[in-house]
């Protein structure tokens, strides 16, 4: 009887009844996935000794970043409470209110290495460009909701409009990292409504036809990156500079690393943006070829349980929302790690919850929010 009874409050204290002998695990009840948040919590923890090291243990960083991460944390917990409906019902209204802010930037906002992307508050700079990386996938969710799929021409044509927006605005600023990152999470929503082939290799030749056009609108270290991709050596002291120190501290770091804080090229300032966008490269370094496979292996567990939460959604605003975030959240670090090796041109994208900034992982956080919502509240959608 002792024991039947100590089992019992052990299961209560674990489980919590919802109806009859249906019983809740805690994880339920607070919607969060343990999959996915234990993964997340392994990426954060392994990307906070790579910034620990590529920071040259600078402490106002490590501080800085240590609020980053936990007033992530605390949003995408209070993101998952929140149910999908609540985010189908404001996506209009944060999109509006981002593009506000987007022309707000342009008109008033903090200038930084000749960059205009921030509008500070005095205690806090923040990009707006980054709540598009919510609101644009949210307002084109919304919007084929409430369309028939696969979606006809003229809602093609409405769909590519409300992406071209923001994205020509993020250009403006100058930021051509967010401005792609923000174009392939619209277009992975069209892909996932359904577009048919005929029209994405039409799109395609019509982008290959005006490349040249685009060409002339690109400022002149965004062409210079471009060309660099093609021949780094052609200005080793320059332009070719970035790509040609990450290959050199990737590959001097062979199959097992340097060992964590023995890094060269970081620590004695050869590799530029070492805790921002070239941070693989000092992974790369410190913990060899087996330190970047593991990272990857890591990425690789977040993006096939966000696939999951995809597959199991259930009506079709959650399900285009979180494939579309799964999308972006995959190519942010496939164009990252592709710039950093060489083989993509740098366009400056950070690594997904590993590089230091506070606006990409708080944006980063709060889509992983939504996607736990989306599979913690699935049983209480409509189909």
Known sequence: MKTMYTTDKIRQRFRLKAS??????????????????????????FGFFILYSASNQNFDIILQEIIHI????????????????IYQRWSPWLFGVGTLLLITVLIIGHINKGAQRWLSLGFLHFQPS????????????????????????KDLLLSTL???????????EP???TAVILAIGGSCILFLAGMRWRLIF?????????????????????????????????????????????????????????????????HLHFLPEHSTDFIFAVCGEEFGLLGSITLLLIYLCIIARCIYITMRSQNTY?????????????????????????????????????????????????????????HGHRNLLSQ
Request: glycine content about 8%; overall charge positive; aromatic content about 10%.
């Open 20 to 45: 009859g002998t249906q019983y809740r695990t805690l994880w339920q009840v607070l919607h969060l996935d343990p999959f996915l948040l234990l993964s997340l919590l392994a990426l954060i923890t």
């Open 70 to 85: 936990s007033f992530a944390l605390l949003l995408m917990f209070i993101i998952a409470q929140l149910h999908p409906s």
């Open 130 to 153: 980054e709540i598009m990386k919510l609101a644009i996938p949210m307002i084109l969710a919304w919007f084929y909701t409430y369309r028939p799929l696969p979606p006809k021409t």
């Open 162 to 172: 409300i992406i071209l927006i923001p994205v020509m605005l993020t250009i403006k």
């Open 175 to 177: 930021d051509l990292g």
């Open 202 to 266: 039409l799109l395609i030749l019509l982008m290959l036809i005006a490349a040249p056009i685009m060409w002339h609108f690109l400022h002149g270290y965004q062409q210079q990156r471009l060309l660099t991709f093609f021949n780094p050596e052609r200005d080793p002291l320059g332009a070719g500079y970035h790509i040609i120190q990450s290959k050199i501290a990737i590959g001097s770091g062979g199959i097992l690393g340097k060992g964590w804080l023995q890094g060269t090229q970081s």
């Open 318 to 374: 959650t399900r285009l929302l979180s494939g579309s975030l799964t999308l972006m959240f995959f190519f942010s670090v496939f164009i990252n790690l592709g710039m950093v090796c060489g083989i993509l041109p740098v366009v400056g994208i950070p690594l997904p919850l590993i590089s230091y900034g506070g606006s990409s992982m708080i944006t980063t956080m709060a889509s992983f929010g939504i996607l736990m919502s989306i």
